[in-house]
DNA sequence: TGCGGCTCTTAACCTAGGTTAATGATCAGC
DNA sequence: GCTGATCATTAACCTAGGTTAAGAGCCGCA
């Protein structure tokens, strides 16, 4: 999965984006950043690949430098529920089961041909421990996906089908035509069916 | 608000049971515990007594030591919706408003008659903030949060209502009696009228 | 070039749960 | 005791969205 023939200047890229990322959500400084830098593999994946089977354990967390990834939960009737959608510089992590120190309850998969880096637990959790920005950035993880999981929860318990897709173009005007309609309906909570349906009217009145 | 007739044996007993709960989640010992005793606050609330209005700043947290309170939020056309309750033994915080230090987008309300603590987040922030233990809480308090958020988005998703109803009734066998049913409802993301068609359902097969 | 899979759309039908409204039960205040 | 609120129940009806199924576009591959 690493790339076949090496793309030093790919690498340095995806690097960089990824560390703005961290200096932006924690303030993480140039030697805090050093500290992890040579444990990440950067690494790109085609569509559909699994970087996070259902029941096993957590191993890494993963930064999405381009490219298009989902984050979905299996139901005991055997479908797939999307949970969430992470793009172009955003990081995927598998915090409950952390949180639990449980097997995975969650997949992650590749939506499209993508960049990534990989952080490894271990590493997080053995060698970056005592460090503030490290764990600050696992914390803030946190309280970021806890507000994200607040909108969602709300919008879901308010809104109708129709406004939540409405909603869904609005705030992701790309994914539509980045992710299958048959993902974003279970997004949303609705068939694909009624997608349609939704996206009907959408397009009528526009 | 402050208990009339001063009851120091039950001002005792109520603070001794919130040093347990932090011991037990957050490991804080008693040093620790020590640092933030002078500034809590124990105080009863009679029922419907709100504790946080929306649209205020978060003033602080409240460890519900006996009784029962509710969290909910209100939407735009004018409904509540209850998003969570907690009783004997828990803590109440309105943790995504303090995260994105917003104004509250949550209410707090007693259902019963309470004997609560009140901690001043003031007083967390300025002084408890070089503590570790203080600030194993509220990154605790967030994970666990972030837990119970994805358990019951899940089961908004995945459930039907009378399933939903199920499950509620038996993890929290008591609240059926202690809150009124359009409270239950709200919870659940059904009307009143639907939860009582499920609980007829519930009742005659048992 | 044609074929087999996917995905999306549309239509017809069905059902869980919403809405409205009437009837009781319980309780507080007088 | 009666009266008015508040809450729960039940029934009748309605609708958003689920289900099923048929067709159309598209793409990869032989």
New interface residues.
């Given amino acids: 999965m690493l790339i076949p023939e090496r793309d030093d200047r790919q690498v340095a890229d995806a690097l960089d984006y990824m560390r703005r990322f961290f200096a932006e959500t924690v303030a993480m400084d140039d030697a805090e950043w050093q500290l992890g830098l040579p444990y990440f593999n950067v690494f790109q994946a085609p569509p559909k690949t699994c970087l996070q089977p259902q029941g096993e354990d957590v191993e890494a967390h993963y930064f999405v430098v381009k490219g298009l990834v989902r984050f979905y939960?299996n139901?005991?009737d055997g479908r797939e529920?999307n949970?969430a959608f992470y793009a172009d510089n955003h990081i995927v992590g598998n915090?409950?089961s952390i949180?639990?120190s449980e097997p995975s309850r969650y997949c992650i998969e590749t939506l499209e041909h993508c960049l990534l880096v990989r952080l490894p637990l271990k590493v997080w959790q053995q060698r970056l421990n005592t460090d503030s920005a490290w764990n600050r950035l696992f914390?803030r993880s946190?309280?970021?996906?806890?507000?994200r999981?607040?909108r969602?929860?709300?919008e879901?318990?308010?809104s109708s089908a129709g406004e939540r897709f409405r909603r869904f173009v609005k705030n992701f005007p790309d994914y539509l035509d980045r992710i299958p309609q048959y993902h974003i309906a279970s997004y949303l909570?609705i068939t694909p069916v009624a997608l349609s349906r939704c996206k009907a009217d959408w397009l009528r009145e526009k």
């Avoid at 946190?142 to 507000?147: G, N, P, T």
């Fill in positions: 939960y139901t005991e529920v949970k915090l409950s949180i639990l914390d946190c309280q970021l996906m806890l507000v999981n607040e969602r929860e709300a879901l318990m308010i909570g």
